[in-house]
């Protein structure tokens, strides 16, 4: 599947006054797809397939991101971003989900977690979650580590930095955090930029790194997601990635209950395009299906 096609078998959304581009297919029990930072649902593409042939599959591209609209001087947030995915799911009277998550998406796995943690506490009703399995993403601030460009987009050159940013600087820094033997090709990162400049990407970009501040922020109340969860969680972690690698998994192990995390060796920051089968098969089998 080409870019352009994944793009033509998409729907728009309404969120407030903007457009939510979906990728929707598949049918049985929902499966939620969350993608991260800076990329789109088109990380999903190689996993698409074997996922909708068993289940009604949901991919928004977040706002900001991708095909969505991407507004400027707009205050993006993993809490809105949370409020644009319930909204959503609303929309299509969908109250329960399994989710996979990745990076940007973690976080707002996180959030999505905490509410429903809440609400079960409370017995109240809303959007109900049987599963999560989250992908390489900073589930702990204390033990992220960001990029440099990253940490320059949150500093006062923001602005600057982002309009700067451009397709040779995309692909060094995304070299850098995939893993050695499973390289992004060329193609792979015209995709990217593609998504990540199209629609005035780059005068968001800056805005939507804010997330690793509100990490800190709410670090409790996310952490705290993980750790009284009543559900089944599984941690997919491609160690040789330099921002949430072996670190991330090592902690998670020491800091939720009954870790359940699956260590890939020699896979980067992007475990679903760097092996998409080892990930569809550990996600099958945390959730009981057969392989």
């Not at 451009?166 to 193609?187: A, D, M, S, Y």
């Not at 941690?235 to 998994?249: E, T, V």
Request: proline share 5%; hydrophobic share 40%; glycine share 8%.
């Amino acid at each position: 599947m080409t870019l352009a096609e994944w793009k033509a078998g998409g729907s728009y959304h309404p969120y407030k006054q903007h457009q939510i581009f979906v990728r929707e297919e598949g049918a049985g029990e929902i499966l939620l797809l969350i993608h991260g930072f800076p990329t789109a649902s088109w990380d999903w593409q190689q996993l698409w397939p074997a996922l909708t042939q068993r289940y009604h599959v949901l991919a928004p591209d977040l706002l900001g991101f991708g095909f969505s609209d991407k507004p400027r001087n707009y205050p993006y947030s993993i809490l809105d971003q949370a409020d644009m995915i319930e909204a959503l799911l609303q929309q299509k009277n969908i109250v329960t989900v399994k989710i996979i998550s990745h990076d940007y998406g973690d976080t707002i796995a996180q959030e999505l977690l905490a509410r429903f943690n809440i609400r079960q506490s409370k017995g109240e009703k809303g959007l109900e979650i049987n599963h999560l399995c989250l992908l390489n993403g900073g589930l702990f601030p204390e033990v992220h580590r960001p990029l440099l460009v990253q940490k320059v987009l949150m500093s006062s050159l923001g602005g600057l930095v982002s309009r700067l940013f451009n397709r040779r600087k995309l692909g060094k820094n995304f070299k850098r955090i995939f893993g050695p033997n499973t390289q992004p090709t060329e193609k792979d990162l015209d995709d990217f930029w593609i998504l990540i400049e199209g629609n005035g990407g780059r005068y968001v970009f800056h805005l939507l790194i804010r997330y690793m501040a509100e990490r800190v922020q709410f670090r409790d109340r996310w952490v705290g997601a993980l750790q009284e969860a009543k559900i089944p969680l599984r941690f997919i972690n491609g160690l040789a990635d330099p921002i949430s690698g072996a670190h991330m998994a090592q902690h998670y192990k020491e800091l939720i209950p009954n870790p359940d995390v699956v260590a890939l060796e020699d896979i980067g920051h992007f475990p679903l395009i760097e092996s998409p089968q080892e990930v569809l098969i550990h996600f099958l089998v945390f959730v009981g299906e057969d392989i």
